[in-house]
């Protein structure tokens, strides 16, 4: 067993507090107690999309959010017994408590089978010019620019591989050779990884090389990820997001603040109603990642140009998109400032 007990948490501690110690503790789950340690609920990174979805703030006490009627199991369950429990239930994650509800442990999926591994395809665009990040990108594709010590690709592939995914495909059209050279099959990324790659003859925009997949992928939700993000989201939790969600598509999403730099005025007629100085206005932002039904795949041609905005644009009125909101580590490398800040934020966010 591990140290459960740094995932113990108070059910007035806020919001913010219980997301401090779902990063920090590693389990994807934090465990709400009362002062004598009895079992009150527990908190999951799904708990805490929905919190942000419902717009609560970070100072909200965890009580308003955490699950009231965990499923729970005896300290006397063995292996067997509950491993059949968290497979009926589909649990990751099971408290352990004792005949008085006190809590004396908590067991996981991933501990009690190791390793697990998915067959989920992950796509990832690389194919881009970079021109914003000129003269960096006049002769290196962007996703081999370096954050740290090693591309940002690199960077992108291993924390999937950390997370039991193994099965890759790369857009790539701007100095591809460059990327095919540094990556090849995947043999230098561990057994069992396997790397292709999708070339653009032209570019077809955000989306467009979904129809450039091999129609013989297995029908499962494909991952789909730019290949110039930097993000320490956990896959895992996105992909159990999208399988316990009834849509053909999940977009994850960032909050961002806008800040007027005046003092906004509100008028009626020609009668001050209002002013607001500098107010912050915020909204919803498409973070570049995304899970995709194959279904939503079989519809792309692979000849025409086409932006996974416009594509998904479509989807909201038949098979629906699910937004998956991000509030861990998400930075666009879009810009050179961008790119300086990943290099400054590397060892703290990475390299812990």
């Not at 881009?128 to 962007?142: A, S």
């Not at 129609?215 to 110039?228: A, K």
């Not at 969600?245 to 961002?256: L, V």
């Amino acid at each position: 067993m591990f140290d459960w007990e740094a995932l113990l948490i108070k059910p007035n501690d806020s919001l913010e507090y219980a997301i401090k110690v779902l990063h920090e503790g590693g389990c994807r789950i934090t465990l709400v107690v009362n002062q004598h340690n009895k079992l009150l609920g527990t908190v999951t990174d799904g708990d805490i999309r929905r919190a942000l979805i419902n717009k609560l703030t970070m100072k909200s006490e965890i009580r308003l959010v955490m699950n009231d009627q965990p499923t729970k199991a005896s300290k006397s369950f063995s292996r067997k017994e509950l491993l059949l429990v968290m497979s009926s239930k589909s649990l990751m994650h099971i408290p352990i408590v004792d005949e008085d509800e006190i809590l004396c442990g908590l067991e996981t999926m991933e501990y009690l089978i190791k390793n697990p591994s998915y067959d989920n395809p992950v796509f990832i665009m690389a194919g881009g010019f970079g021109t914003r990040l000129h003269p960096l990108t006049e002769n290196t594709p962007k996703p081999l620019l370096k954050v740290g010590n090693r591309p940002i690709l690199e960077t992108i592939i291993d924390q999937f591989i950390d997370h039991g995914f193994h099965d890759f495909y790369i857009s790539t059209h701007f100095k591809s050779e460059q990327i095919r050279d540094y990556f090849k099959n995947g043999d230098q990324q561990g057994q069992g990884v396997n790397i292709h790659y999708i070339h653009e003859e032209v570019p077809l925009g955000t989306a467009g090389s979904l129809g450039l997949l091999p129609d013989n992928l297995p029908d499962l939700p494909i991952v789909v990820m730019n290949g110039d993000l930097l993000t320490n989201v956990d896959f895992r939790n996105l992909l159990d997001f999208h399988n316990n969600n009834n849509a053909d598509a999940t977009m994850c999403i960032r909050e961002y603040d806008f800040q007027v730099p005046y003092g906004v005025v509100a008028l009626d007629g020609s009668s001050i109603r209002e002013i607001k100085e500098k107010p912050i206005h915020k909204f919803f932002v498409n973070a570049g990642i995304y899970v995709l039904n194959k279904n939503l795949i079989n519809k792309v041609d692979g000849e025409s140009y086409l932006n996974m905005t416009d594509f998904l644009e479509k989807e909201l009125d038949s098979g629906g998109v699910n937004a998956f909101p991000i509030h861990e580590y998400w930075l666009d490398i879009g810009r050179m400032e961008e790119y300086k800040k990943a290099n400054q934020d590397m060892d703290t966010i990475f390299n812990k």
